[in-house]
């Protein structure tokens, strides 16, 4: 069974207990606003252009066996509707101006990976992560992967959005050892707004996976304007109280560090006039979360 990535991440000490090694799964079902990884939401690879470092030498048009890129007054461009994703053109840039982003990989592949870093985990009580994008948008291969961890007693972290058909939790939920859960708006349309889909499916796979006993550590971006006033904290901080695991909460303070990527891809950044909530306001959060009986952390 293959399946599509787009980066593997060693000795990360973010993505759950211990040194991980995270593997980012293409495609997700979401858009948010504030998304780090832009390149992550096609489930397919793609050649990404970055007109700055492009030196139009012409190399990428000429090689292009659909005819795809034309020179327009934003450089060589591809149209996305013949673009195939062969990566031809990222092959022959020069100038590294073409970045071809994902690339097609089977099981064994990943596992190869995944045990050059046993050592690490078993000294540490890390393991693998697997996140995205949205792992769960390619359920066969990550359950694929997740059961031959378990077999290696390998510990699992899968990074979620939730949204997902309630038959891919029931197929991975045995061989995951931890979720991180986020949750980003408790009202339906403006989290409908902000991300492209409602919460109703998320919140439900929530509800059924604390109602499994799964451990779920929730993951709340705080967004400033969007998610940290007091109606949202309120619904939030009784929904999760309501949850029979009572979950624990990591805040994640919103920082602008992926305004880089987006104007490196061309890509327009929605985000461009917040900035990032102060250490004051980020206890205040968390200080208020906890009222309600959660256990609750600031920061990633
Ligand atoms: S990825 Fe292939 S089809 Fe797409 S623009 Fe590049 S060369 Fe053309
Ligand atoms: S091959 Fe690279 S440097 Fe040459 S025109 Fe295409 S994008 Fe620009």
Known sequence: MTGVIFDIKRYSIHDGPGIRTTIFLKGCPLSCWWCHNPESQSAFSEVIYRPDRCIGCGACEAVCPVGAIALTQRGYVADPDRCTGCGECARVCPAEAREMIGRVVNVEDILKEIEKDVLFFDESG????????????????????????????????????????????????????LFLFDL?????????????????????????????????????????GVNDNEENMEATGKFLAGLPSRPEVNLLPYHASAREKYRRFGIPYRMADISPSSGERMKELSDRLAQFGLAVSTGG
């Not at 890390?126 to 378990?150: D, N, Y």
């Not at 390998?154 to 949204?163: A, E, N, Q, S, Y």
């Not at 339906?188 to 707004?193: A, D, G, K, L, Q």
């Not at 919140?203 to 709340?220: C, E, F, P, T, Y």
């Open 126 to 177: 890390g393991g693998v992560t697997f996140s995205g994008g949205e792992p769960l948008s390619q359920p066969g291969f990550l359950g694929e992967i997740l059961k031959a961890c378990r077999e290696r007693d390998i510990h699992t972290v899968v990074d979620t959005c939730g949204f997902a058909p309630r038959e891919a939790f029931e197929k991975i939920e045995p061989f995951v050892r």
């Open 184 to 224: 980003k708006i408790m009202d339906p349309e403006i989290h409908r707004n902000f991300t492209s889909v409602s919460n109703e499916l998320i919140l439900s796979n929530l509800q059924w996976l604390s109602d499994q006993g799964a451990k779920v550590i929730i993951r709340i971006p705080v967004i400033p």
